[in-house]
């Protein structure tokens, strides 16, 4: 089963505003990361945040991690029409494991 | 541009036929993965090489295979092509071997199976 879900499935906000997107997880975790696809495109990474912090920023993204409750939450700020894309979180276990990534946020940005 | 390149960027061909997608990772990186994303499955890990030797098997089936050369790229063989094998086709590659760290991807094989 899917380590990683993320949650909504697709989100559409105005420009301007904040987007808030979710993930959870089943197992213990070395760290967990955020990447983006544009579609049809090969993703890129945004930010990774390891399992011993708690929030992290990076230009307008706000990355939380909180492992009591298995969850990360990805915020972006004024959001652009630019950040349109699919948002997956991806997890990364303790020993070895490779990458598990969730079926994605598809985010929709309209001007 | 992550520097991870894909080929070939699109690829049409026949059930029952044979094909070869091409990696060539970052400079400096030593590990190869390969994805499968379709819109049923979603992003499917496949194969993970480090330094030429196979290190980790996710949902792989028996009709693919992967190699890494000594040189680093690295090839995946879809055989006995499927209509349910159409898909994108990602490349990674990081710089260890143990799959905890950033990964970075191609622009992906677009592969339709008629």
């Known amino acids: 089963s899917q380590q990683g879900e993320e949650d909504p499935q697709a989100l559409s906000i105005q420009e301007g505003e904040n987007a808030t997107m979710n993930c959870s997880y089943k197992?213990?975790?070395?760290?967990l990361q955020w990447y983006r696809q544009n579609s049809g495109r090969g993703l890129v990474h945004l930010i990774l945040i390891r399992s011993n912090e708690r929030e992290k920023h990076s230009g307008r993204l706000r990355v939380t991690l909180d492992t009591s409750k298995k969850s990360s939450s990805l915020l972006i700020t004024a959001s652009r029409a630019a950040d349109t894309a699919s948002y997956f979180c991806a997890t990364a276990g303790n020993y070895g494991q490779n990458f598990v990534f969730g079926p994605g946020t598809r985010l929709s940005v309209l001007p | 541009d992550s520097g991870v390149t894909q080929t070939p960027k699109h690829l049409i061909t026949a059930t029952g036929q044979r094909v070869t997608l091409r990696c060539s990772p970052r400079?400096?990186?030593?590990?190869v993965y390969w994805y499968q994303q379709s819109l049923d499955q979603g992003l499917q890990f496949l194969i993970q090489?480090?330094?030429?030797?196979?290190?980790a098997k996710g949902n792989i089936l028996e009709r693919f295979s992967a190699q890494q050369f000594p040189d680093l790229h690295s090839e995946l063989n879809l055989s006995s092509l499927e209509l349910g094998d159409s898909a994108l086709y990602f490349c990674?590659?990081?710089?260890?071997?143990?799959?905890?760290?950033?990964?970075?991807f191609g622009p992906g094989t677009r592969l339709l199976v008629l």
């Open positions: 197992t213990s975790i070395n760290n």
């Open positions: 090489y480090y330094n030429g030797e196979e290190r």
């Open positions: 400079s400096g990186d030593l590990s």
């Open positions: 990674a590659s990081s710089v260890g071997l143990n799959g905890q760290e950033t990964q970075y």
